[in-house]
């Protein structure tokens, strides 16, 4: 099934891996990686609603913040692409365009008679400059549970405050030696599924249905929408 989708990310940040196929010369950003997810996007004709081409970096916000509008609203699934350094420490996070975005796809909107629900959400996290993902995420390594740690604690509030937030999520604590971790034992544990960037393009459509359950059940997480609430 085609979808509308709608993705949030830092441009220029540059604390990525290199992606084969660009020049060497080039500083590969997240905004490459943008242009490498609508390739495959539209291979499986799904439809990209970003800026595609255009530069909204010539207009004022308010106009950018229109245009966003636009394109969230018409859109059924929002990527957030995680990157090492999407995080603008010098500015408030409701100055910061990822967190408006984030929040604006959550919310319900109406526009000119018509109703837009909570968008379905995936985190696609990129490989950093390293080829590494351990700024975000961590494989414990214990052969009994195989435990992933996810720091959803250094995103976004908006968007961590949506990741391991199942109202009645199935749970354990691993019984290895020097483990005794914490695991959720099903795969739906956050509204924004978080998913690497590798794995993700390895089957784009599975996890794509995969958020799209999770929305579908949407009552099930305690989802925070409004940046004034984080």
């Avoid at 052969?143 to 749970?171: A, E, Q, V």
């Amino acid at each position: 099934m085609a979808r509308k989708v709608f993705v949030s990310y830092k441009h220029k940040d540059s604390s990525v891996r290199t992606i084969p196929g660009f020049s060497p010369f080039e500083i590969i950003t997240a905004r490459h990686y943008v242009d490498k997810l609508w390739d495959y996007l539209d291979a499986e004709d799904h439809i990209y609603k970003g800026e595609g081409n255009e530069d909204l970096g010539s207009f004022k916000d308010d106009t950018i913040e229109s245009k966003l509008k636009e394109k969230i609203f018409d859109s059924s699934i929002t990527i957030v692409l995680i990157s090492k350094n999407m995080k603008d420490t010098t500015l408030s996070e409701e100055d910061q365009w990822i967190p408006w975005e984030v929040s604006y796809s959550l919310r319900e909107k109406t526009k000119d008679g018509r109703a837009s629900v909570t968008n379905s959400f995936l985190a696609v996290v990129i490989p950093d400059e390293n080829g590494s993902y351990e700024y975000f995420v961590k494989e414990s390594g214990c052969p009994h549970c195989n435990s992933t740690t996810w720091y959803h604690d250094n995103l976004f509030k908006i968007i961590g405050k949506n990741m391991f937030n199942k109202k009645r999520p199935n749970k354990i604590v691993c019984r290895g030696e020097n483990c005794r971790t914490e695991v959720h034992t099903d795969n739906d544990h956050s509204y924004i599924h978080p998913v690497k960037w590798d794995d993700f393009i390895g089957d784009i459509n599975f996890y794509l249905d995969h958020a799209t359950k999770i929305s579908d059940n949407i009552e099930d997480y305690n989802v925070v929408k409004l940046l004034a609430s984080v």
